[in-house]
């Protein structure tokens, strides 16, 4: 029989140990990796944490193979933020919008996968955990903050304009980068994109929202901590068509 490729286990972590484990990989990768810090992490233990991981549900994927975590997200309900007090992303984005609208919102931050399985069917199984999560909780809107690797604005100036000009979000879903932090993305015309090389630049998981019909808010944001800059992605369940909710339920 042909190989049918990895097998994958999804779960909420339920203890401790599991949590670790999911600090372990984000370590690997937003900080071995990519080159990221902050006040709470954790260099001797190899942990990425910071003040908001209790409050959040973190979905795990394992392989079944070797029992070892290879994929990670991050979930925060909103019921849950106004116990916390903020969003995640509220340091970075206004998202006065998204909270008056009334509607059940869930923020989304930390997603990785390791090395070894990217390009994979693991994101696929973890998209299918979060659509169940998101189903069994009547989540409407999901939002959080995407990254583009580099603080360099001028080097990302394709990407950034054309997802300000083709995938900005309407009116009701529109946040907004902090005035005091607030990095445009409106940099090169639309008749000077070149869009095939701006598409290019867009890291999958910016990608996979957009094929979801996923927006973007106005303004990005410059995080000089972890390297990166920061656009927030917003997904509305209710504008999706039928092909959208096949892919993001895992069909």
Request: hydrophobic share 40%.
């Amino acid at each position: 029989m042909p190989d049918a490729g990895p097998s994958f286990t999804v779960k909420l972590a339920e203890s401790e140990a599991e949590l670790r484990a999911a600090q372990r990989l984000r370590y690997d990768v937003f900080v071995r990796e990519l080159g990221g810090g902050g006040k709470m992490v954790d260099h001797e233990a190899g942990l990425e944490q910071d003040q908001f991981d209790p409050y959040f549900d973190h979905m795990l994927a394992y392989d079944d193979a070797t029992g070892e975590v290879v994929g990670v997200y991050r979930l925060l309900p909103g019921e849950r933020a106004i116990e916390l007090g903020q969003f995640y992303s509220e340091d970075e984005y206004d998202l006065t919008v998204l909270k008056q609208s009334g509607r059940k919102l869930l923020e989304l931050g930390r997603s990785c996968l390791h090395p070894d399985y990217r390009g994979g069917t693991a994101m696929y199984h973890l998209w299918n955990g979060l659509a169940g999560y998101v189903a069994e909780r009547e989540i409407e809107v999901l939002f959080g903050v995407a990254s583009f690797h580099g603080i360099n604005v001028q080097e990302l100036a394709q990407p950034l304009s054309m997802l300000h000009h083709n995938h900005l979000a309407p009116p009701d879903l529109r946040v907004r980068a902090q005035p005091d932090v607030f990095q445009s993305m409106d940099l090169v015309a639309p008749d000077a994109l070149d869009r095939r090389e701006a598409m290019v630049q867009v890291p999958a998981l910016i990608k996979a929202y957009l094929r979801l019909g996923g927006f973007v808010g106005e303004g990005a944001f410059i995080d000089h901590a972890f390297n990166t800059t920061d656009v927030c992605l917003i997904l509305d369940t209710a504008r999706m068509n039928e092909r959208q909710r096949r892919i993001y339920g895992g069909a």
